[in-house]
């Protein structure tokens, strides 16, 4: 006997099962929208609940929503926690949800800013990646943090690192913005400039990052290339997503 795991209206990803009781999790959203949701399906009696659903609004402080399209292959903790990355305003954040209390939270908040990525868990640890625009990618690897508790920058064991000479001479920074013509909504821009600059350096805009993409402060070849040639380079994201 087959089950529906949806009404026959969404999109699915990223299926994972956990092991006892047994449970399958997935990433569920509309055909048109960027919003997706995390939802569970008890394997034994069918039941399917939303473990985190939409958020219409992001404010800007706390959780944005749920955007991923996938998770790692190998994502639990345990029985009870889930881990992976995704997009939290221009930041790639590493989340953890426990599908017990279904809360969500992000154990990167406390670290480095910049782009997280989660390879693998397994046994209590996690490798993982640390990137920004003036810092290639790094790999590391990691002991989970306590139910209650998020990574520090010393629990990151670096195993693997990328070095650009030109990276040296790369700063970078978020600014905050509102769009006046939308209520004062929130958004953010990623500018990257030289460090060292003898006049005003021209201007690269990336003007648009969403509502199906988004702009993160990610470290990039063609961006570094440009700050190497004397450009500034600023990515501006969707200032407001609707479903």
Not at 45 to 70: A, Q, R
Request: charge should be negative; glycine fraction near 8%.
């Amino acid at each position: 006997m087959s089950t529906p795991l949806t009404d026959g209206t969404k999109c699915i990803f990223g299926l994972r099962f956990n092991g006892e009781p047994l449970y399958l999790l997935f990433i569920e959203s509309d055909a048109d929208l960027p919003h997706r949701s995390l939802v569970r399906v008890d394997w034994k009696t069918k039941k399917i609940e939303t473990l985190v659903g939409l958020v219409d609004k992001p404010t800007n402080e706390g959780f944005t929503g749920v955007y991923t399209c996938s998770l790692p292959d190998r994502c639990w903790g345990d029985n009870d926690k889930m881990y992976f990355h995704d997009c939290q305003k221009l930041y790639k954040e590493i989340m953890r949800l426990d599908v017990n209390t279904k809360s969500i939270s992000c154990i990167t908040s406390d670290t480095e800013k910049g782009v997280y990525a989660v390879f693998d868990v397994f046994d209590g640890l996690l490798l993982g990646r640390y990137a920004n625009p003036a810092q290639p990618m790094k790999i590391f690897i990691a002991e989970l943090p306590s139910s209650n508790d998020g990574f520090k920058d010393t629990d990151f064991c670096e195993i693997a690192t990328t070095t650009v000479s030109i990276s040296d001479n790369i700063k970078w920074e978020v600014l905050s913005l509102t769009r006046e013509d939308s209520g004062g909504y929130p958004y953010e821009a990623l500018f990257v400039s030289p460090r060292v600059v003898e006049s005003l350096p021209p201007l690269i805009v990336s003007s648009h990052g969403g509502p199906h993409m988004s702009s993160v402060a990610d470290f990039t070849v063609w961006t570094a290339c440009f700050i190497g040639l004397g450009y500034s380079v600023v990515f501006g994201n969707a200032s407001k997503k609707e479903r």
